[in-house]
């Protein structure tokens, strides 16, 4: 953007600048405006002033002596100086005038036109001088643009026959160190420098070796005393370098390494290039030169080939790896080859010695190898009945979106473990087994089959089954007390109401009917109360193999629970806090596991309260709490004491089957194993929080959508 000139006008009569001002405004200038001569040097210090527009009569400083200061400043062009007068001068006041530096004069009253016209001429003089000084400049930078393409050309003509020739030498090499010690030669003859070099980081030691060297004439040799210099010695040189940064420096004293300047001291180095070369993105080292006569300015033409040669080098360096690789490749081709046909018989008999079926089956699900174990799994008398079929023959059609959610979570995860599952052998017979899937993938991650190892669990559920069944009636045995009590109550309550009944009719020798009626409802309200008990108790001690998976209520298996070991509680002094979220949806499984589950969390956290109130010196209140509700979509159970808590080692293996941290004899050490094992065939989770001597908080979650519909 072009910027206004600036006028400078200098009056003390305000009516006159006024005046001018209003003449002025229409022009596109910058008028700087001053009632006295003091400040109109003030205000035009590091200023360029176009023109000049002085009053000669002022006091202070009159306009002829604020002209001579004006011009007297070296510091800026001369300005075209106005004076504006109400008097006509004669010869001798005008030659003052002229050489004080006035180009012109104005007579008051100032005409329009004559101030408009005269100020126009002296502007578009002010112009022509502001664009003869631009062309100037501009005629000055295309010279020296010139002469640096002039020079560039020159060094560019040099490197690239230099370049040209390490490229040719490129081409075919024999022996990579001859190559290399021919390419630094070149490289150094090729320019004016003191030595040119090659450095070879070794990434097991951590050292720099100069492994070649060019010397111009009187440069002193320094390649023996360049050998291991560790690389934590000059750190900012070793890092920068790896990082892939050029070090450029005319002269080594700004290099912020202290150890870096002492090496490059002792070799009276005062100007150094270095520039890192990779192999295949690894740090391989670097290619310099350097300067021991001057500080030489490295030029962007000095990087640039220096850059284009380390490439090169750096590519022969890679090839001839290479090519060394692949002959001992070669050599070493034969004995692979033997080693692999071992291999794979190794592998062969590993397979069949494993306890697992086996199954290796392509992307589409075509099985193409199955071990030993795998045959007798599935009751088949050798491969060709098996391979070259789809592994979805084995699988049950209600098993199918099981095996399909884990065909795509293995594609996502490369790994899925223990994933009970329904297998189909060849009678078609079905039984529980174990499987796991992992995905086998080349050196690019692309997938190409599946691994499929399979596990009979069927004794194990069975013997699970019977555990289960065990820890139940247990359980029952333990809360036998409570259930009696449970069921003499409403049998006081019927003796009470029979004896009541008996007294009347002695007393009036008959019964009112309607006092009959009130009793006998009594009674048999209570008969109710204990059939129910009696029923619940059978249908929780019931083995549970045949029981079809329903929906049923969380809060409704709480309460069952608790009415089964609620009096123990009571008896114990303990007590107990229940806050039941009401609207729970429902949840498909058993709600008699579940409610074996409750009841082992309860019974833990009444021995454990047991356990602290023996223990401290004083009373303190037992307390249980339980509470149902729903937190991100699931139902949550939890089941909080203020016992003796859990250490962090227990804590971790407490799920563990014969894991107990109750005295000898007191546990079996299933109890939590077998709850581990219920709630997560329901699809749910269950996790604890403990403190040692404040409490422990089960906390049960179970996801509201169903095992069916979890797999469709």
């Known amino acids: 953007m072009v910027k206004k000139p600036n006028i400078l006008v200098v009056d003390d009569d305000e009516s006159n600048i006024f005046l001018v001002r209003r003449i002025l405004n229409r022009l596109d200038v910058n008028i700087i405006f001053a009632n006295s001569g003091k400040v109109a040097l003030e205000k035009i210090k590091d200023t360029d002033v176009a023109l000049a527009l002085l009053d000669i009569m002022m006091p202070e400083m009159d306009g002829i002596e604020l002209a001579k200061r004006i011009q ?31 180009v012109d004069f104005i007579l008051k009253p100032i005409i329009k036109s004559i101030l408009l016209s005269k100020v126009n001429v002296f502007l578009e003089l002010y112009r022509q001088k502001q664009q003869i000084i631009a062309q100037k400049a501009e005629i000055e930078n295309k010279a020296n643009e010139l002469e640096a393409i002039n020079a560039s050309l020159k060094y560019r003509l040099s490197y690239e026959s230099m370049l040209s020739k390490i490229s040719g030498m490129a081409v075919l090499v024999d022996e990579l160190d001859d190559f290399l010690g021919a390419s630094v030669t070149l490289l150094g003859e090729s320019n004016n420098v003191s030595r040119t070099y090659i450095f070879r980081y070794n990434h097991e030691s951590e050292t720099i070796d100069n492994t070649h060297e060019w010397c111009n004439k009187g440069i002193t040799p320094q390649k023996e005393n360049l050998q291991a210099v560790p690389g934590n010695h000059i750190p900012y040189w070793t890092e920068s370098l790896k990082s892939g940064k050029i070090l450029n420096f005319s002269d080594i004293e700004a290099i912020p390494d202290e150890g870096v300047k002492e090496i490059l001291r002792s070799q009276n180095i005062l100007s150094i290039l270095a520039v890192p070369m990779f192999i295949e993105a690894s740090y ?8 021991c006569l001057f500080h030489k300015e490295w030029l962007s033409e000095d990087v640039t080939f220096l850059v284009a040669i380390t490439r090169i080098v750096a590519s022969v360096i890679a090839r001839k790896q290479s090519e060394n690789a692949i002959m001992r490749k070669v050599t070493k081709l034969k004995q692979a080859e033997k080693t692999l046909r071992m291999s794979e018989q190794k592998y062969r008999t590993m397979i069949n010695a494993l306890p697992d079926g086996i199954f290796l089956i392509s992307l589409k699900g075509i099985i193409t190898e199955v071990s030993e174990i795998g045959l007798e799994l599935l009751e088949m008398n050798n491969q060709s009945e098996l391979i070259g079929n789809h592994f979805f023959r084995l699988i049950p059609p209600d098993e199918k979106p099981i095996v399909k959610n884990m065909i795509y979570r293995t594609l996502e995860e490369g ?13 078609q017979k079905v039984f529980m087994c174990e499987s796991s899937l992992s995905l086998i993938q080349n050196d690019d991650g692309e997938p190409l089959s599946f691994l499929v190892t399979i596990r009979d669990i069927s004794q194990r559920k069975k013997l699970e089954q019977m555990q289960i069944h065990a820890s139940r009636m247990a359980s029952l045995g333990e809360m036998a007390t409570g259930i009696a009590h449970e069921i003499n109550q409403p049998l006081n309550i019927i003796s009470i109401a029979l004896d009541n009944l008996v007294l009347e009719a002695d007393t009036s020798h008959s019964v009112n009917k309607q006092y009959l009626l009130k009793k006998t409802d009594r009674i048999f309200e209570n008969i109710d109360r204990m059939k129910n008990i009696i029923d619940h108790v059978r249908s929780f001690s019931r083995n549970q193999d045949d029981y079809i998976l329903t929906g049923f209520s969380v809060n409704d298996s709480i309460n069952n629970a608790l009415s089964m070991i609620s009096e123990q509680l009571k008896h114990s002094g303990i007590s107990l806090e229940i806050s039941l979220l009401e609207g729970l949806p429902q949840i498909i499984g058993n709600t008699f596991k579940l409610e074996q589950v409750i009841l082992n969390l309860i019974s833990n956290a009444k021995d454990t309260l047991l356990e602290k109130n023996n223990s401290v010196q004083h009373d303190f209140e037992m307390s249980i709490q339980i509470s149902s509700y729903r937190e991100n979509g699931n139902l949550v159970i939890e089941v909080t004491d203020n016992g003796m808590g859990i250490s962090n080692h227990d804590a971790d293996m407490v799920m563990m089957p014969f894991y107990s941290t109750k005295d000898a004899g007191k546990g079996t050490g299933l109890g939590l194993s077998i709850s581990y094992q219920i709630v997560k065939e329901m699809n749910g989770t269950i996790e604890l929080e403990s403190r040692i001597n404040e409490g422990t908080t089960f906390r049960i979650v179970l996801n ?7 797999h469709e």
């Open 704 to 710: 509201v959508i169903t095992k069916k519909h979890e």
């Open 284 to 291: 391989y080292g670097f290619i310099g030169f350097d300067d």
């Open 415 to 427: 790994l899925i473990q223990n994933v009970e599952i329904r297998i189909r052998n060849t009678y």
């Open 72 to 102: 007297h400043d070296k510091s800026r062009a001369l300005i075209p100086i106005i004076f504006i007068t109400a008097l006509e001068k004669d010869e001798a006041e005008l030659q003052e005038c002229y050489d004080a530096g006035a």
